[in-house]
Protein backbone atom coordinates (compact mmCIF):
# COMPACT_ATOMS: atom_id res chain seq x y z
CA UNK A 1 0.00 0.00 0.00
CA UNK A 2 1.59 3.54 -0.71
CA UNK A 3 2.09 6.58 0.99
CA UNK A 4 -1.34 7.84 -0.47
CA UNK A 5 -3.28 4.67 0.09
CA UNK A 6 -2.50 4.44 3.38
CA UNK A 7 -3.57 8.87 3.37
CA UNK A 8 -6.42 7.41 2.07
CA UNK A 9 -7.61 4.61 4.26
CA UNK A 10 -7.21 6.17 7.36
CA UNK A 11 -9.13 9.56 6.23
CA UNK A 12 -12.29 7.07 5.33
CA UNK A 13 -11.90 5.37 8.82
CA UNK A 14 -12.07 8.37 10.45
CA UNK A 15 -15.27 9.08 8.38
CA UNK A 16 -16.47 6.00 9.35
CA UNK A 17 -16.07 6.57 13.06
CA UNK A 18 -17.37 10.02 12.94
CA UNK A 19 -20.46 8.77 11.40
CA UNK A 20 -20.69 6.54 14.36
CA UNK A 21 -19.68 2.96 12.45
CA UNK A 22 -17.84 0.24 14.26
CA UNK A 23 -14.45 -0.44 13.32
CA UNK A 24 -13.26 -3.37 12.81
CA UNK A 25 -10.35 -4.41 14.86
CA UNK A 26 -8.85 -6.36 12.25
CA UNK A 27 -8.31 -3.86 9.84
CA UNK A 28 -7.15 -1.76 12.19
CA UNK A 29 -4.48 -3.32 13.04
CA UNK A 30 -3.75 -4.59 9.39
CA UNK A 31 -3.43 -0.58 8.87
CA UNK A 32 -1.27 -0.15 12.25
CA UNK A 33 1.07 -2.58 10.50
CA UNK A 34 0.95 -1.02 7.31
CA UNK A 35 2.25 2.73 8.91
CA UNK A 36 4.66 0.74 11.40
CA UNK A 37 6.32 -0.57 8.27
CA UNK A 38 5.98 2.93 6.15
CA UNK A 39 7.64 4.36 9.37
CA UNK A 40 10.57 1.93 9.40
CA UNK A 41 10.98 2.81 5.66
CA UNK A 42 10.81 7.03 6.00
CA UNK A 43 13.42 6.40 8.79
CA UNK A 44 15.80 4.53 6.59
CA UNK A 45 15.59 6.86 3.95
CA UNK A 46 16.10 9.23 6.40
CA UNK A 47 19.46 7.68 7.50
CA UNK A 48 20.68 6.24 3.95
CA UNK A 49 18.83 9.01 1.61
CA UNK A 50 16.61 7.82 -1.21
CA UNK A 51 17.38 8.95 -4.84
CA UNK A 52 14.51 10.76 -6.53
CA UNK A 53 13.02 12.22 -2.83
CA UNK A 54 14.76 15.01 -0.70
CA UNK A 55 15.78 14.75 2.71
CA UNK A 56 12.80 16.83 3.11
CA UNK A 57 10.35 15.42 1.17
CA UNK A 58 11.00 12.46 3.65
CA UNK A 59 10.83 14.18 6.90
CA UNK A 60 7.38 15.33 5.51
CA UNK A 61 5.91 11.76 4.92
CA UNK A 62 7.60 10.31 8.00
CA UNK A 63 5.62 12.72 9.75
CA UNK A 64 2.61 12.49 8.24
CA UNK A 65 2.98 8.07 8.98
CA UNK A 66 3.76 9.27 12.56
CA UNK A 67 0.93 11.49 13.11
CA UNK A 68 -1.58 8.57 11.37
CA UNK A 69 -0.07 6.33 13.64
CA UNK A 70 -0.65 7.77 16.75
CA UNK A 71 -4.30 8.87 15.64
CA UNK A 72 -5.40 5.32 14.79
CA UNK A 73 -3.95 3.81 17.62
CA UNK A 74 -5.75 6.24 19.64
CA UNK A 75 -9.14 4.97 18.17
CA UNK A 76 -8.04 1.84 18.94
CA UNK A 77 -7.06 2.51 22.51
CA UNK A 78 -10.97 4.15 22.32
CA UNK A 79 -12.50 1.62 20.72
CA UNK A 80 -11.02 -0.95 23.15
CA UNK A 81 -12.45 1.16 25.96
CA UNK A 82 -15.85 1.28 24.79
Known sequence: MGFK???EKL???LGDHDKGKSLA????????E????KQEKYRDRLTSGAPG????QTEVRL????AQLAK???LME????S
Open 72 to 74: LRE
Open 5 to 7: DLV
Open 53 to 56: ETPA
Open 78 to 81: EDRL
Open 25 to 32: LEELKRLE
Open 34 to 37: RLVE
Open 11 to 13: DDI
Open 63 to 66: RVVE
